[in-house]
C-alpha cells in the first residue's frame, strides 16, 4: 500500500516535473491542498486578497531559524492584520498533518500550513527551497518569488525583508522590487525513486 | 596492468596520509552537529611559516565532509548557500577566494540543480602584508558553512593560526605548500593564456527583464585558418562524466541560467546549450555570462573562467529574435559518449576479451584447445607453452589484421563497426567452409598435412603449432560477432580514435581473448587440471565436430537472411560438395604416395576458393515479412527522426540494435525481450518500440551506434517521461528483471513485478 502511494507520489512528481513553473508576472493556476486539519484551501477562494505562500520544513535549520527568532510568525501576524492570507505550504515527501500539527504547537503559530507531499504545488511554483515565498496579488498574479530576506546566514543586524517590501508595495499600487531573489536554504525535499 | 593498479593504490594511500594534516590549536575545528556527528572539520591552512611583506602568502580553510555530505560553490545553484569566509588578518590585504572546479548535483529529478564538493575542498585567498608589518602576525578567519546531504546543516568555523612576517628575511614554504599548488590546478583559469576560444551565443540580441532565452557556450580550440586555409584544430572533450556538466553556470544576480546539453558544434570543439531566465525586476545594465569549465584538450585536463559579454535591454526594449538551432539541447538523447581514458579503455578491452571466451561463439573453440592441452599432457611443458603461444600469436595476428582493417577501411570512409565482417556474405560463406573442413578434421575424415606418413600423436612438430596458430585465427573470426560485455565500450572508443589507439585496443581484447589457454599453457599447476587423455577423448573430438557445424547452421541462417534462401541454397551445395573433396583428400592421405596427396590438397584448395567466388551470394534478401521471425518483438524500422517524434507525442521508447549474426543479440531476444512479463509491461506502458536491424550496412544505425560510444550492437535504450534527454543505456547481457526494472525507471506506471 505504502508503495503504491509512493509509486503514485513518483509518477505525478515526474509528470510535473515536466510542467513550466508559474513566473512573476503570470496567474496562478488555482491548485488546493488540505492543510493540517484536512480543511481543504484553494487558491481562488482568496481571490481580492493577497497570498503568501511559504515553504517550509520544520525539519530543515533555515526554516527552524526564522520560526525560533519568532520573524516568520511575527510577519504573518502583520500580514494577517492587513487582510493579507498567510499560507504555509509543506512539500517535504515524508511530512505528516500530525507532524505539522506538533510544529505548529511547539513555534506557536496558527496560520494553515498546505498539506503537499506529492510536491504537486511546489513543483506547479518552483519552489526549490525551504524558506521560499511567494506573494501572490489580488487578482491571483504572481508578483514575488524568491528568499524571505537578504540575510542568508543569519548574521543581519537589519535584515532586508523582501516579503513585508512586496506587499507593501501591492498595497502602494506599484511593482515590487525585487520582483525575484534567489532564494537560500535547504533544497525542497521532494519525493524521488 | 598491475603496476597500474599499485599505482592507484599508493595514490589513495597518499591521498589519506594526507588528509591528517596536523595543524596548530586554535587552526582546527568541527561543525555542523548532527545528533552528536559534526558533518564538517575545519582547517585553516597557509602555503608560508614565513613571508616578506609584498608577498603572496596562501591561505585557506580545508574543509573535510562526512561522506555523502557537500558544501556550495560560489553559485549553490537553485538551493543551498555558498561558504562565506570573512578574514581578520592586521596589516594585510585579502584577496578573493579561489572557487575549484565544483561538481553537480541534481536533486528531485533535477528539479533542483545546485553546485558545490564533496569529501574535501580547499577554499584559498592570497594575502597581502602591507610594508610595516612585521613579527608574528595571527591569521584568523570566521567561516559560514552550510553543509548538506538530504537535510542540511549549517556550520560555523572560527580559526586562527600564526604567520611570521619577516621582512628583509626569507619567506619560507610550509608543509602545506604543495597541497595549495595541488588545488590550484583545480581553479579555473582566465581564457587569455590558453590557445582557446570561447563564443556565446544567444536566442535574441540582448535579454530584457523577464524573458525566458536560450544561450550556448561554444568552445574550440583551433589556430591559423583563414581564406582558403583550414584552420588546425584540436579535439575538446568535456573533462566531466556527464558532458553537460563540464560548465557550471555562475550568472549574474536576477538571472536563472542551467545547462540544458552538450553537443559536439560543426568544427572540432564543444557545445554547451543553455536556457535562462531573467526576472522582472533584474536590473539592465550589460552583464557577462561567467562561469566555469572543465575541459580535456590536446590530452590535458584545463579548468576555464568564462566571462563573456551578456546583452541586456530595458524591459519591453525592442529585440531582435536570432534563429540558430544550436542553441537547442541535442535532439533526443545525450550526443556524448562518456570521455574515457585510453588506460581504461585499454583494461575495458583486456576484460572484454576474456569474457570473449565463455561467450556461445568462442566456447566451442576454446574447447577443443583444452581438448587438444588433454593430448599434448605427455608432452614436456616447453612443448605444451609453445603450443600457448602458437595460439596467441594467432589471436594477435588475426586482431592485428582486423584492426589494419578496420583502419584502411575507415581511411576509404566506408561505415563500418565492430562485426563488420559479417554484414560481407562472402565472409559468411567462407567461415563456414572454413568450419566445415575443420569439423571434418575433427572426425578424422583427413588431418591437416600434406605429407607422407603419420604424425605420431597431433600437436607435435611444426604442423601442430601451425595449427593452434589457425585456431587462434579462427577464435579471433568467430569471436566478433558475440560483443562481450565491456567489448561495446572499449571498441567504441577505439572506432572513434586514431589508428594507433584501434591497433591497441584490438591487441589488448586478443590478449585477453588468449590469456586463459595461454595461462593454462604456462602455469604447470593449472596444465594439471586438464583431464588426462583417454579413449573418451575420441568421443569428445566428435561431439565438438557436431558443435562446429552447428556454428556453421547458424551461418548459413545469417547468409540466407541477409542474402537469400537461393544464395542460402547455394552455399549448402558448395559446403556438401567441399566436404566430399575433403573425404576424396583424406582416402588419398591413407594412401602412402606423397605426389597425390600434394596435387590433391592443392587442388582441393583451389577448387574450393574458385567455388567461394563463384558463389550467388549478391540475391535479393528475403522479403521483410519474412525476415520478422515468429517470436521477435516487432517494431517500426528505426530512425532518429522517427524516435524523436515519438518522444515529442510523449510515449516511453524502447529502441534495440540487433544484427542476425550477433549471437548475444538473438539470446538476449529470445530469452528477454521474448518474455511474456516483459511484452506485457511494454504494452501496458504504451511503449513505442524501434528496431535497428544491422544486419546489413547502415550508417544512419551506425552513427546512432557512435553517438553512445559503440561500435556494434547490441545496444538497448530505455526513454520515458523519467528519461527522455537521455535514455537508459541497458548493459549487452539483459535479464528479465533488469529489463523490467529500467522501464519502470523510465516509465514509472509501468509495473515493476508482475
Same mark, same amino acid.
Given at each position: 500500500m505504502k508503495r503504491t502511494a509512493l509509486f503514485v507520489a513518483i509518477a505525478a512528481a515526474s509528470l510535473l516535473g515536466a510542467v513550466k513553473p508559474v513566473e512573476v508576472g503570470q496567474t496562478v493556476p488555482d491548485f488546493h491542498a488540505p492543510d493540517q486539519d484536512g480543511v481543504d484551501h484553494k487558491l481562488s477562494q482568496y481571490r481580492g486578497h493577497a497570498v503568501v505562500l511559504e515553504w517550509t520544513n520544520s525539519g530543515c535549520p533555515f526554516v527552524e531559524r526564522h520560526y525560533s527568532a519568532g520573524d516568520m510568525q511575527k510577519l504573518a501576524a502583520a500580514m494577517g492584520a492587513k487582510d493579507v492570507v498567510w499560507l504555509a505550504v509543506n512539500s517535504t515527501y515524508d511530512n505528516t498533518p500530525a507532524d505539522t500539527k506538533e510544529w505548529m504547537k511547539s513555534q506557536n503559530f496558527s496560520y494553515p500550513t498546505l498539506q503537499d507531499p506529492d510536491g504537486k504545488i511546489g513543483h506547479l511554483m518552483g519552489a526549490r527551497t525551504t524558506p521560499h515565498m511567494f506573494v501572490i496579488d489580488a487578482k491571483g498574479i504572481l508578483r514575488y518569488r524568491g528568499a524571505i530576506d537578504d540575510d542568508q546566514y543569519g548574521r543581519s543586524s537589519a535584515p532586508k525583508n523582501y516579503v513585508d517590501s512586496a506587499v507593501h508595495a501591492l498595497f502602494a499600487s506599484t511593482t515590487p522590487d525585487p520582483a525575484e531573489t534567489q532564494s537560500y536554504g535547504c533544497s525542497v525535499k521532494y519525493g524521488t525513486n | 596492468m598491475p603496476r597500474l593498479a599499485f599505482a592507484v593504490l599508493l595514490a589513495a594511500l597518499a591521498g589519506a596520509a594526507r588528509a591528517a594534516t596536523d595543524v596548530p590549536e586554535g587552526a582546527f575545528a568541527n561543525t555542523a552537529n548532527d545528533r552528536g556527528t559534526t558533518r564538517l572539520e575545519g582547517r585553516l591552512l597557509l602555503d608560508h611559516?614565513?613571508?616578506?611583506?609584498?608577498?603572496?602568502?596562501?591561505?585557506?580553510?580545508?574543509?573535510?565532509?562526512?561522506?555523502?555530505?557537500?558544501?556550495?560553490?560560489?553559485?549553490?545553484?537553485?538551493?543551498?548557500?555558498?561558504?562565506?569566509l570573512r578574514w581578520q588578518i592586521e596589516g594585510a590585504e585579502v584577496g578573493p577566494v579561489a572557487w575549484p572546479f565544483p561538481q553537480v548535483f541534481r536533486e528531485a529529478d533535477a528539479f533542483i540543480t545546485t553546485y558545490g564538493y564533496t569529501d574535501e575542498?580547499?577554499?584559498?585567498?592570497?594575502?597581502?602584508?602591507?610594508?610595516?608589518?612585521?613579527?608574528?602576525?595571527?591569521?584568523?578567519?570566521?567561516?559560514?558553512?552550510?553543509?548538506?546531504?538530504?537535510?542540511?546543516i549549517p556550520g560555523e568555523l572560527h580559526l586562527s593560526r600564526p604567520v611570521r612576517i619577516v621582512p628583509g628575511g626569507e619567506s619560507l614554504a610550509s608543509a602545506d605548500h604543495a597541497r595549495f599548488e595541488e588545488w590550484s590546478l583545480r581553479v579555473p583559469q582566465p581564457v587569455g593564456a590558453r590557445e582557446l576560444e570561447l563564443e556565446a551565443m544567444l536566442s535574441q540580441s540582448a535579454i530584457r527583464p523577464g524573458d525566458d532565452f536560450k544561450a550556448a557556450l561554444a568552445v574550440h580550440a583551433c589556430s591559423g585558418g583563414g581564406e582558403g586555409a583550414r584552420a588546425a584544430c584540436v579535439a575538446v572533450e568535456p573533462a566531466t562524466a556527464n558532458a553537460e556538466d563540464a560548465f557550471v553556470p555562475d550568472p549574474p544576480s536576477g538571472i536563472e541560467l542551467l545547462v540544458t546539453g552538450a553537443r559536439r558544434p560543426p568544427t572540432p570543439g564543444l557545445l554547451l546549450t543553455l536556457k535562462g531566465h531573467v526576472s522582472p525586476s533584474a536590473p539592465h545594465t550589460d552583464s557577462?555570462?561567467?562561469?566555469?569549465?572543465?575541459?580535456?584538450?590536446?590530452?590535458?585536463?584545463?579548468y576555464v573562467e568564462v566571462d563573456l559579454p551578456l546583452p541586456r535591454a530595458a524591459a519591453g526594449a525592442a529585440v531582435t529574435p536570432i534563429a540558430n538551432p544550436w542553441l537547442d539541447p541535442p535532439p533526443s538523447a545525450a550526443s556524448f559518449a562518456p570521455v574515457l581514458p585510453l588506460w581504461q579503455a585499454l583494461l575495458l578491452a583486456l576484460l572484454g576479451g576474456l569474457v570473449l571466451n565463455l561467450m556461445p561463439c568462442v566456447l566451442p573453440v576454446l574447447a577443443i584447445k583444452v581438448?587438444?592441452?588433454?593430448?599434448?599432457?605427455?608432452?614436456?611443458?616447453?612443448?605444451i607453452l609453445r603450443h600457448g603461444i602458437a595460439y596467441t600469436a594467432g589471436v594477435l595476428a588475426s586482431m592485428a589484421a582486423l584492426a589494419a582493417t578496420v583502419a584502411a577501411l575507415r581511411a576509404a570512409g566506408a561505415s563500418i563497426g565492430w562485426g563488420f565482417q559479417f554484414q560481407e556474405p562472402l565472409f559468411v560463406a567462407a567461415i563456414a567452409a572454413v568450419l566445415v573442413v575443420f569439423a571434418l578434421s575433427l572426425f578424422g575424415v583427413f588431418e591437416f598435412r600434406l605429407d607422407v606418413g603419420r604424425v605420431a600423436t597431433a600437436g607435435s612438430g611444426a604442423e601442430g603449432l601451425r595449427r593452434s596458430f589457425f585456431e587462434g585465427l579462427l577464435a579471433v573470426v568467430l569471436a566478433t560477432p558475440c560483443t562481450a560485455p565491456f567489448l561495446g565500450t572499449a571498441v567504441g572508443f577505439a572506432f572513434a580514435s586514431s589508428t594507433a589507439t584501434?591497433?591497441?585496443?584490438?591487441?589488448?581484447?586478443?590478449?585477453?581473448?588468449?590469456?586463459?589457454?595461454? #595461462?593454462? &599453457?604456462? @602455469?604447470?599447476?593449472? %596444465?594439471? +587440471?586438464?583431464?588426462?587423455?583417454g579413449p573418451w577423448m575420441e568421443q569428445l573430438r566428435i561431439a565438438l565436430g557436431f558443435a562446429l557445424l552447428a556454428t556453421v547452421v547458424w551461418l548459413a541462417w545469417i547468409l540466407g537472411r541477409s542474402a537469400g534462401s537461393d544464395a542460402q541454397a547455394a552455399l549448402l551445395a558448395y559446403l556438401c560438395a567441399l566436404a566430399a573433396g575433403v573425404w576424396v583428400f583424406g582416402v588419398l592421405q591413407r594412401g602412402e604416395r606423397v605426389g597425390a596427396i600434394r596435387a590433391a590438397g592443392m587442388a582441393l584448395i583451389a577448387l574450393a576458393l574458385l567455388g567461394?567466388?563463384?558463389?550467388?551470394?549478391?540475391?535479393?534478401?528475403?522479403?521483410?515479412?519474412?525476415?520478422?521471425?515468429?517470436?521477435?518483438?516487432a517494431g517500426e524500422r528505426f530512425s532518429a527522426s522517427g524516435v524523436d517524434a515519438a518522444l515529442a507525442r510523449g510515449a516511453p521508447v524502447f529502441v534495440y540494435f540487433t544484427a542476425e549474426w550477433? #549471437?548475444? &543479440?538473438? @539470446?538476449?531476444?529470445? %530469452?528477454? +525481450?521474448?518474455?511474456?512479463?516483459?511484452?506485457?509491461?511494454?504494452?501496458?506502458?504504451?511503449?513505442?518500440v524501434f528496431k535497428g536491424d544491422w544486419t546489413r550496412r547502415d550508417g544512419e544505425i551506425r552513427d546512432e551506434l557512435a553517438r553512445f560510444g559503440k561500435a556494434g550492437v547490441p545496444l538497448y535504450l530505455v526513454y520515458g517521461p523519467k528519461a527522455t534527454a537521455q535514455p537508459i543505456v541497458l548493459p549487452e547481457?539483459?535479464?528479465?528483471?533488469?529489463?523490467?526494472?529500467?522501464?519502470?525507471?523510465?516509465a514509472p506506471n509501468t509495473e515493476e513485478k508482475t
Open positions: - | 611559516d614565513a613571508v616578506r611583506p609584498g608577498e603572496i602568502l596562501q591561505a585557506g580553510v580545508l574543509l573535510t565532509m562526512s561522506p555523502h555530505w557537500h558544501v556550495y560553490w560560489r553559485n549553490s545553484g537553485q538551493s543551498g548557500a555558498p561558504p562565506r575542498v580547499l577554499l584559498a585567498s592570497p594575502v597581502t602584508f602591507r610594508s610595516g608589518a612585521s613579527g608574528e602576525v595571527t591569521v584568523r578567519v570566521d567561516a559560514d558553512v552550510l553543509v548538506c546531504r538530504v537535510q542540511c557577462r555570462l561567467r562561469g566555469a569549465l572543465a575541459l580535456v584538450s590536446g590530452g590535458h585536463t584545463q581438448f587438444g592441452l588433454a593430448e599434448l599432457a605427455q608432452h614436456g611443458r616447453a612443448q584501434i591497433a591497441g585496443i584490438f591487441l589488448a581484447i586478443g590478449v585477453g581473448l588468449a590469456l586463459p589457454f595461454l #595461462l593454462i &599453457c604456462a @602455469v604447470p599447476s593449472w %596444465a594439471r +587440471l586438464v583431464p588426462r587423455s567461394l567466388r563463384a558463389l550467388p551470394l549478391e540475391g535479393a534478401p528475403a522479403a521483410a515479412g519474412e525476415t520478422a521471425g515468429k517470436d521477435e518483438l550477433c #549471437l548475444t &543479440c538473438k @539470446v538476449n531476444e529470445h %530469452a528477454v +525481450l521474448g518474455d511474456q512479463r516483459v511484452r506485457a509491461a511494454l504494452a501496458q506502458s504504451g511503449f513505442e547481457l539483459l535479464t528479465v528483471d533488469l529489463f523490467l526494472k529500467a522501464l519502470h525507471q523510465a
